[in-house]
DNA sequence: AGGCAGGTTCTTA
DNA sequence: TAAGAACCTGCC
């Protein structure tokens, strides 16, 4: 189907953003989009106008919410304050068209737990080893082969340990093991957690083994969409250090400090950050 | 060859 | 409680 989207919405800046892991530019301009069980190509036809390769209906069902399209970032973003802060509008102004997707918690548990002191097409590498070796079959395509689900948890757990190891997960092998079977056992309930507060939330996630503070606020936020969770890595520290000595105004941005944790990742990593 | 990549755990004082 | 070391793997 069709359709035209007025707001923010940048195909290849929501696949660079680090956010999602098998959301991937196929070499022809269209991308390909797994999530949940379900899969899709997606292009850009002109300005605003998008092809999306699924039916009316399972946009409306399903595609829709993925993309957070009732939320307006346009409208997010006209928060900043050019003169205010000036580095985070010039962030804004390079990274309009992120947006938050709203993606599967389990999903984003393993991947965030997998991306620790990885790169990004490294995290992939992992993942879609994981999906091939475990997953489901959802879609097929000559140029990308067979498109292949997130494992589910009990799949997950039932991998052996070289299995695992064959993934190239290194040593978070281990941690990758343990939330499957803690998830499985259903000492971890990922679904019930949506009713916690964002404490109590950070908690649960922090007893999880291999999980610690970055990974735990990049659950929440891509995750739980929970969008004022700021999760900081080495590039949000460079930024913090040294663009904004005097703190940032969080106070100022809530509850989306999370949206612009996005744009000066972004930014931050092109950027090069010299001053 | 040695260092580093979207960190966390374990050990030590 | 707070630093420092160790950790898999792949890529420059």
Redesign the pocket.
Known sequence: MILRIEDDFDLKKIAD???CFRFNECGDGSYSVSAFDKHMFVSELDDNRYEFGCSKEEFEEFWKNYFDLSLSYKDIRRKIDKKKDPYLYAASEFGKGIRILRQNPWEMLIS??I?????????K?SIEKLCKLAGEEIGEDERVGIIYSFPTPDKLAALSMEEL?SC????????VHQAALDVCSGAVDLESWVNLDDDALMEKL?S?????????N?EILFGYHRLDAF??????NRVLDLKYPDGFMFDEYAPYNGIM??YL?FYS?MDGLTE
């Open positions: 953003s680090g956010q965030f737990i991306s620790q002191r990885k790169n990004i097409p490294a995290i590498a190891s190239s997960l290194g040593y978070r092998d281990k941690y922090l999880l083994y291999g999980v610690g503070v970055k990974v735990a990049c999760p900081k890595d080495v590039w949000i944790q996005q990742f990593r």
